[in-house]
């Protein structure tokens, strides 16, 4: 049985900052993820993808933002359960809570912490004939590694954020990218379409709009796709490629969580952001895209906040004797559990006589 004093479900951004938070007030936690590594989405999906509004980093690779946080908490030592799914949550007669894995593993603290992201998710997948037989065989849904992709003939269908973002990466990357949508405006932000109609202006993207990959082919491996139009009048166009990336989003499922007695609304939990964040089973907290509440943004930094203020109610649950004072890390610094302290140096006044 492993016990600690917070058990955060997720290990990605927002579960990994819940560590530093939570360290500030001297409470251990352990991490339980499905996933064989730390960073969820951003070390399994798009290491390699930009972000651009994590505060104080104009740029950041997201690969490089879980690194960045898993340097930050590893002073408060925290416990990782890998590659485990956790199965069921058990309430204990003194308001406690053990959580179980898939493998039988066993955790035990006064507070839970559900920092699952989307929770499982599969991409969804166009349908495509045969489309089956070319997976990871020239058919990928998800970009790891963009230098998988150099000096290839690349193919990419979406309309939203993740296939123009892509697509401008890959163009300086790829030997050929070509960008299909099935309708002639995209859903992503206005600078990355300008951005990408710009590329296509140049001719280092081929741009096919109103239009869909229908077929793939190829013996072993993909060696081309076609492109039907909307429009029946224009033929259709056979393009020779490396790779098809079809990026038509993830289709999220809370899986073994959905079935704690949580309150859901549309595949995420209800909580109370008017004050810690907290669910419908107390002592049970969600946090970050998989919660839900009025006004609502599924943004990283707002993962982030909502950490540093569940922390807070955390600590009085597990502590209900004692009362935390805040202060500012500028003002008392940083004391880890391995015995390291970070600390702003204190400035010497010399009185004058």
């Known amino acids: 049985m492993i016990k600690t004093d917070i058990i955060i479900i997720g290990a990605g951004p927002t579960g990994l900052f819940t560590v530093f938070e939570a360290g500030l007030l001297k409470l251990k936690c352990h991490l339980i993820d499905a996933l064989a590594q730390p960073g969820g989405q951003c070390s399994e999906i798009y290491p390699k993808k930009p972000i651009y509004d994590i505060p104080a980093y104009p740029e950041i690779l997201a690969g490089t933002l879980v690194d960045n946080l898993m340097e930050q908490i590893k002073p408060f030592e925290p416990g990782f359960t890998l590659g485990e799914r956790a199965e069921t949550l058990d309430k204990q007669e003194d308001g406690s809570y053990i959580v179980t894995t898939n493998r039988g593993t066993k955790h035990h603290a006064p507070v839970v912490v559900i920092a699952g ?3 499982s998710f599969e991409p969804r997948k166009p349908i495509i004939p045969n489309i089956e ?16 992709f150099r000096d290839k003939k690349v193919v990419i269908s979406g309309g939203g954020d993740s296939a123009l973002d892509w697509a401008i990466f890959l163009a300086d990357v790829a030997s050929e990218v070509s960008l299909v949508h099935r309708r002639n405006e995209f859903r992503g932000a206005l600078d990355s379409v300008e951005k990408a109609r710009e590329l296509a202006k ?10 869909e990959v229908t077929e793939i082919h190829g013996q072993e491996d993909l060696h081309a796709v076609v492109i039907k139009y909307n429009d029946e009048e224009k033929e259709s166009t056979y393009v020779e490629t490396d790779f098809f990336i079809p990026l038509f989003g993830l289709s999220p499922k809370l899986g073994p969580i959905g079935d704690w007695g949580l309150e859901i609304e549309k595949n995420a939990i209800k909580v109370n952001n008017a004050m810690d964040y907290q669910t419908n089973l107390p002592g049970v907290f969600a946090i970050g895209d998989v919660n839900t509440y009025p006004g ?6 707002s993962g982030f906040h909502e950490a540093a203020v569940m922390c807070q109610f955390a600590y009085q649950i597990i502590n209900p004797d004692k009362r935390f004072v805040m202060k500012y890390t500028t003002v008392g610094g940083v004391q880890g559990f391995d015995g390291s302290k970070k600390e702003a140096k204190k400035e010497v006044v010399q009185s004058i006589d």
Do not use: C, H, N, W
């Open 117 to 119: 992201g989307l929770g």
């Open 202 to 211: 140049l001719g280092k993207i081929r741009l096919f709009t109103k239009a």
């Open 133 to 148: 037989l070319f997976e990871s065989k020239g058919v990928e849904y998800m970009v790891k590694d963009p230098e998988q």
């Open 296 to 301: 609502k943004l599924k943004l990283i930094l």
